[in-house]
């Protein structure tokens, strides 16, 4: 039975393990997704692998970058960002509340997602018939769940996420501890990639939906909306 709830999971990860550049969610995947499903008529919830404090990716907060899609205005509203001081713990969450899970990026997710947890979590989602989509760097939460059928999530399936050309072109492929093109390959995902590097890319793959990078953001909360509303 539909529930018109969605969750969305951000990392509680700061710092880089190996070099001191800060990180944490990419602000705009988070609000660009909560604000085109929140206009489309669902309610949302906000969970996280340890639960309680979200940081921001400081280069998230650049003016060009704040000024997409209404940004500036959420990192404005006070009762908004309240929302990311005190986030669900997601293995906590009931399954059976929402219609679908959203993953945000951020680099910082390259250090928390992969998590049993979390995991489990995400396959019970998607095992029970729901919808399972990541932006960017989210698909890191993707990697490590095992169907009830015992095949890997993205085993066989169409997907993108953050490319490493666009992690060349950002100056992290020598900070983050992965490939997730090549993990996501790995495990026998169909990965593609957009034309060029930071343009918008978003890949259905029946209930799995992926986008490539920030900008890809608002297309998957397009692309979730209307699977949900089919």
């Known amino acids: 039975m539909a529930t018109g709830k969605i969750l969305i999971i951000v990392t509680n990860v700061r710092e ?26 669902f309610q949302l919830d906000i969970a996280s692998p340890a639960g309680g404090y979200v940081p921001i ?32 713990k997601a293995c906590e969450v009931d399954v059976e509340d929402y219609d679908a899970i959203y993953f945000t990026g951020g680099h910082g997710v390259m250090f928390d997602f992969r ?17 399972v989509s990541a932006v960017c760097h989210g698909p890191a939460g993707l990697l490590d769940v095992t169907l009830d059928n015992g095949d890997a999530l993205v085993k066989g399936k169409n997907v993108t996420g953050f490319s490493w050309a666009e992690e060349e072109a950002a100056q992290r ?41 920030p900008g890809s953001a608002r297309g998957v909360a397009e692309a979730v909306v209307a699977a949900l509303q089919a």
């Open 16 to 41: 880089y393990e190996t070099v001191g550049m800060r990180t944490g969610l990419w602000l705009g995947e988070l609000t660009h997704f909560y604000d085109y499903a929140l206009d489309n008529g």
């Open 57 to 88: 990716d400081p280069e998230s907060l650049a003016h060009d970058v704040l000024k997409e899609l209404g940004t500036d205005r959420r990192y404005q509203d006070r009762e908004f960002m309240d929302l990311l001081n005190n986030t669900k």
């Open 115 to 131: 998590d049993k947890d979390l995991a489990a979590l995400t396959a019970r989602f998607y095992d029970s018939g729901r919808i």
């Open 173 to 213: 492929a020598d900070a983050v501890p992965f490939s997730l093109q090549d993990e996501l390959a790995e495990r026998g995902g169909n990965y593609s990639i957009a034309d060029k590097p930071f343009e918008t890319h978003v890949v259905t793959d029946g209930r799995l939906i992926t986008g490539q990078n």
